[in-house]
Nanobody, 127 residues
């Protein structure tokens, strides 16, 4: 498995922007797709964004489409989530996750398809 560590979460104002980072160590980073999930208090963990092995294909939840951008830098073993036009409903703990399968190119949105998770980083959007 790969070890993941998120960073960048903080308190931000409504309409503001934030960039989350996730650094990976362990198995070859460029051999698996990555995802971002989030979990708000009292709610289930939900899919946010997915990116393929090379970073050339991405997919987003409808709730964040047009506001969030996922990217990756395989040379730095890192994946990022740029969040713009933040809303109070974006408040959650954000997790990065690694696909449990090598070289899989299909879009993965189910949490059980990921087998490595970071510890999470808190994002709070408030006025």
């Amino acid at each position: 498995q790969v070890r993941l560590a998120e960073s960048g979460g903080r308190l931000v104002q409504i309409g503001g922007s934030l960039r989350l980072s996730c650094e990976a160590s362990g198995r070859a980073f460029s051999s698996y797709a990555m995802g971002w999930f989030r979990q708000a208090p009292g709610k289930e963990r939900e899919f946010v964004a997915w990116i393929n092995l090379s970073g050339t294909n991405t997919y987003y939840a409808d709730s964040v489409k047009g506001r969030f951008t996922i990217s990756r830098d395989n040379a730095k073993n890192a994946v990022y989530l740029q969040m713009n036009s933040l809303k109070p409903e974006d408040t959650a703990v954000y997790y990065c996750a690694a696909d449990r399968a090598f070289y899989r190119q299909v879009i993965i949105t189910a949490a059980y398809e990921y087998n490595s998770w970071g510890q999470g980083t808190q994002v709070t959007v408030s006025s």
